[in-house]
């Protein structure tokens, strides 16, 4: 099914700025129907759970909402739905839980084309780090080499579902059988992937399985998906006086119940912008498969682009990707580049975007890394075209 793109984009009210929006790998723009849930729940009146009085009824129908929308969208249980802030307050909060229970000599297993997030928490929990490389020239990250890295002493292997910078799409499903063959857990950041298309945590062999909303067209607020049985074996630091109940436990201090609500309305945003019937759950892969296509057929178009210009180096060449573009332009400064097309009307983004391993990997980190250039399903043919007459340009 074909994505009605016109339509899309009329629900976003950021788009009518005239700026070609390239930057949704950094942070999605919202559409309307997330802005009148968030001002809707404060306009109706919300208070904190636990009181005996309706506002305090609707902020735990919120809540109660937003867990069944987030597994719907990864295909999790409305229980095992963590909340939080962002994704990387989770995953530290997380790793401080889990490796509680590890000793010297155990290991996790961890992989240089991840974001910082689902890297530095797990290598500060003091367990033995194995890394799994990535290949320079393709991007890609071997799924061979983790029969030598994983072991009896492995107790969890994180690995991300998309590199948010070359755009990877790994075999997470042969690395997490590999990791629950030898009886450890899987950590799978789904940050970058959730908003690239249909999303399977199961299917992927997720224990954790982490997003965040604002990457798909969402408020800022981060989850992380288990089964609640594995929840019920995990014991985070907490207040005493709060409730000790799964998921509740790993969520501390109040949430933001409005921005909860603006979950929801996302999640139900991308369910629908494709026609059709059927469950949620359902809808949602329908539409996200129509969104990867439209995503890649326009990539195709942008890689094409770029490779063609002299001046301007790509990296990572990955055979199962997101439409998200890394790339140098001879003689510029990815700051230069960035500024260059910010004055045109062209946002991307420049540095190393948390890519502090994969960056490195490829001897760019020190050189103020490269520009990204991100498509999302409200991104048309106008976006790609004002992007490459800016960049060639700068030729």
Known sequence: MLLPIASV??????????????????????????????AG?????IGNVGGAFPASHRSEAIV???????????????????????????????????????????????????????????????????????DPVTGELPVEQYTELIGERTR?????????????????????????RAGALTYVD?????????????????????????????????????????????????????PDTV???????????????????????LAALTPGMGTRRERLLASMTAAEKHELELFEVLQAGLEAMPHV???GKPVRRTATAYFTVAGHTPLEVAQHLAARGVNVANGHNYAWEVT?????????????AGLVHYNDRSDVDRLLEGVADLN
């Open 9 to 38: 984009r009329s629900s976003y009210p950021a788009l009518t700025d005239g700026h070609a929006y390239l930057d949704g790998a950094a942070g999605t723009q919202v559409p309307q129907a997330v802005i009148d849930a968030i």
């Open 247 to 269: 998921p509740n436990r790993f969520e501390r201090g109040t949430a933001a119940f409005a921005d909860l609500a603006g979950v929801t309305a996302a999640v139900d945003h």
């Open 313 to 315: 180096t790509m990296y």
């Open 64 to 134: 109660a909402a937003c867990r069944e929308a987030v597994a719907d969208l990864v295909g999790g249980r409305p229980g095992g739905v963590i909340l939080g802030p962002n994704m990387t307050t989770l995953t530290y909060r997380l790793a401080g839980a889990l490796s509680r229970d590890w000793g010297p000599g155990d290991e996790v297993v961890l992989s240089r084309l991840d974001h910082d997030a689902n890297v530095r928490p797990w290598v500060q929990t003091g367990a033995t780090v194995r890394w799994a490389e990535v």
């Open 156 to 180: 969890l292997v994180a690995v991300t579902a998309a590199s948010n910078v070359l755009g990877t799409r790994p075999d997470v499903a042969a690395i997490t059988a590999l990791a629950h």
């Open 41 to 45: 729940a404060y306009r109706a009146g």
């Open 190 to 242: 789904g940050v970058h992937a959730t908003a690239h298309g249909p999303v399977d945590m199961r299917a992927l062999g997720a224990d954790f399985y982490a997003t965040s909303a604002y990457k798909w067209s969402g408020p800022h607020i981060g989850a992380v998906v288990a089964d609640p049985a594995l929840l019920e074996t995990v014991r985070p630091d907490k207040l005493a006086s709060s």
């Open 360 to 372: 490195a990997a490829l001897g760019i980190r020190d050189a103020g890394s490269a520009v990204r």
